[in-house]
């Protein structure tokens, strides 16, 4: 038993863990420079919140592109090249001295490396897993809110010790060694003659039966065209888009709210940090027990649900305790919504287009984050409160949770190509 070798695809889960918890830093790590940032450049919240959206616009066509790039060629390359611009846009940050530069490094390079990180190791594991590819992807997407477990206080430390510059000197720095993992990452397993997992211990005709088992509407590899043509995409679309406008809210705004109430910097952090704890253990939880238990739509419904009541608690309370347990309800929550949603694609569509598939996908996420921050950002300074913010995330979440409702398994319509032989 000990001597049975490690299937190469939990080597690449492991590489992914690492990588994406890069991508996590990205995100994270913006709420806590913020209010330094504003400060030193003399932003409102609305202009400081801008970086990020600016950001988000270079992301939408970028997840398009990398999408495209992550079916044509190696992804050790696309994830070390792309992730490369990104620390290299944090490092030059550090040397801004006014705004169009803060703008093309902080906003342009970094949104432009940031487009592989997450989804080249998404498709590339879904790839690679055939039974336990929910836990596989589970397990890699933990890599997020392990980041924001580690990010915010890591940042908060770097500033309050070193200053905001060189805590974007450090933390690019650590992005470029992280992303040596890359070099694990191969695109299929048949480039080292394996099969998925799952696949390699059954027969033809038994993968066949459990190919056609798996899915009652001729779903074997669906093409982009046809993936984005169904009701079931858009469905799905909207649904992730209320969800990252909720949680981006709540990441880019939540440690300024923080601060406003004249929580140290360092005590700050700690219930912004509970949202990454919260979500660690929600991952195991919801995505390795509950979903085997219940359909993956009625676990989104209950978890959208909660997500977005969760948040109630910052608009009735004042005090830390309810930060922290906010911090931990919100994360445990959130943390079944991001794995779910590819896990269904995969499932509805199939992988041969997974790339493109997603990285479409992955640009509702570009909707939300250009919107959500500069829009709470925005409602702040006219209102001097994030109040309406918050409770406009609440509603958000309600309105994603509602969409649960709609979703079917969609039916592939038989090609000609296949009816004539």
């Known amino acids: 038993m000990f001597g049975k070798k490690i299937y190469y695809g939990w080597y690449i889960v492991a590489a992914s ?9 990205l995100l994270y790590s913006f709420g806590v420079f913020l209010p330094y940032i504003n400060d030193e450049f003399g932003f409102t919240r609305a202009e400081g919140s801008a970086l990020f959206s600016f950001r988000s616009i270079i992301l939408a066509p970028g997840f398009i592109i990398a999408g495209r790039l992550i079916d044509k060629y190696d992804p050790r390359w696309v994830i070390f090249g792309g992730g490369s611009i990104a620390a290299l846009g944090m490092i030059l940050s550090g040397f801004a001295q006014n705004t169009w530069q803060l703008i093309l490094f902080y906003s342009i390079f970094v949104g432009l490396g940031d487009t592989v990180l997450y989804i080249t190791c998404v498709a590339v594991v ?6 336990k590819r929910a836990l596989a992807i589970g397990i890699i997407t933990t890599g997020v809110p392990l980041s924001g477990l580690i990010t915010n206080p890591l940042t908060a430390f770097l ?8 805590a974007l000197f450090s933390l690019g720095g650590i992005m470029l060694v992280v992303l040596l993992a890359a070099f694990v990452m191969r695109g299929y397993p048949k480039d080292l003659g394996l099969k998925p997992y799952g696949e390699e211990d059954i027969n033809d005709n038994e993968n066949a039966a ?7 509407n001729n779903n074997k590899d669906w093409t982009t065209l046809e993936a984005i043509s169904t009701p079931n995409y858009w469905i799905m679309y909207a649904m992730y888009t209320l969800a990252f406008i909720t949680f981006l809210i709540i990441v880019t705004q939540f440690y300024n709210f923080e601060i406003d109430l004249n929580i140290s910097a360092i005590a700050a952090a700690g219930p912004a940090a509970a949202i990454g704890l919260g979500s660690i253990i929600g991952r195991t939880v919801l995505t390795s027990l509950l979903a085997e238990v219940l359909e993956y739509r009625k676990v989104l419904l209950v978890c959208l649900i909660a997500q977005g009541s969760s948040i109630i608690l910052l608009l009735i309370f004042d005090q830390i305790w309810a930060y922290y347990l906010f911090g931990l309800l919100f994360g445990f929550f959130y943390s079944a919504i991001v794995p779910i949603f590819p896990t269904l694609l995969a499932k509805f569509y199939g992988l041969k287009a997974m790339g493109a598939i997603y990285g479409i ?18 409602v702040f300074d006219v209102s001097g409160s994030y109040y309406y913010p918050f409770l406009f995330a609440v509603i958000c979440c309600y309105l994603a949770a509602m969409g649960t409702f709609f979703l079917k398994t969609p039916t592939r319509k038989p090609l000609q190509i296949e009816a004539s032989g």
């Open 126 to 131: 879904s790839r690679w897993f055939t039974k």
């Open 361 to 378: 996908f992955g640009t509702s996420y570009s909707i939300a984050a250009v919107t959500a921050p500069l829009l709470a950002g925005y």
């Open 159 to 166: 500033i309050n010790n070193f200053g905001y510059r060189n």
């Open 210 to 216: 459990a190919s056609t088992n798996n899915s009652n």
């Open 17 to 25: 863990l690492f990588i994406i918890i890069l991508d996590g830093l």
